[in-house]
């Protein structure tokens, strides 16, 4: 009876050791993740620290701290090569404005001089050229600054319905030419969503930019109340392998080549950075396009 008494009293200190264990194991294992969490969160070069002495979590904290220093190698090469690369693109954008203006100039004073009318349906051509590329080179300047600078956004409060309805009357005169009459669809009420008004505006605008690239002949705009915006227009030169990837930066279809293919891929950043969602659907012949901002409650 003595025996099975301190056999008893045996079994119970071990299961409170092994109990012990385990809260301290659970224990350092919760430190090891809170600081490693917050190491991911921070651009700094401060490692994992452990107040516990048991040796695999140490073990752990070390092959943690070495995938941190791999990781953060990886992320400076990348910072580092893509810092290059729009300081490039910033510098060659910013280099072809000198000569495209003069080109513009000189064919300005040219248009001026009496000349054939062949002569001057060919200054015609290349002046539309030349407006064409010197408006690509501003779109692509644009997108190297926005990269490059990372301005930061001011959200405040805004109507999504009086940033819409000013965007697409900007582009009245666009929509007549092109023979589009949008029919637009809002609730009465403002749908307020925390957002950066210059940003919003040209998200609206480099959508509807696309539309007038690929539309033939009609878009549809619906604004609901939970802060989806929702364009529809008909576009026979794309396909849904073609629609997928609109976003791209760079991409273009052979009816866009007017384009750089940044318009949309900005639109996706600043719709992302303002806690967005942008996304593009093709069915039946249609293109849609789908904006989501979070409104405010009242």
Known sequence: MMVLGIFCVILLLGNLALL???FLLRRDADEIRMEFTERLSQDT?????????????????DALNEELRRLRQER???????????????????????PLTAICGYLDL???????????????????????????????????????????????????????????????????KCGITPEISMPEANVFCLLDRKALSRILGNILANVLKYSSGDLTIRLSANGKITF??????????ATERLFDRYFTVETGRSSTGLGLSIAKALTERMGGTISA?????????????EPLRT
């Open 76 to 98: 400076q090469r990348y910072q580092t090569g893509n810092q290059a690369l729009s300081d490039a693109v910033t510098n060659i954008s910013h280099d072809l404005r000198t």
């Open 232 to 241: 529809s227009n008909t576009a026979k030169d794309l396909n849904p392998v």
């Open 45 to 61: 070069n401060t490692l994992i620290t452990l107040s516990s002495h048991d040796r695999a979590m140490r073990r752990l904290a």
């Open 110 to 176: 040219l248009k001026r001089e009496e000349t054939s009318e062949t002569v001057s349906r060919y200054l015609d051509m290349i002046e539309n050229r030349s407006e064409v590329l010197k408006l690509l080179t501003e779109e692509l300047f644009r997108s190297s600054v926005m990269v490059t600078e990372a301005e930061e956004l001011v959200l405040e409060p805004i109507a999504l319905n009086a940033v819409l309805e000013e965007t697409v009357g900007a582009y009245y005169g666009a929509f007549k």
């Open 281 to 293: 659907g093709y069915a039946d012949g249609k293109l849609s396009i789908t904006l989501v901002f």
């Open 20 to 22: 012990g264990k385990i």
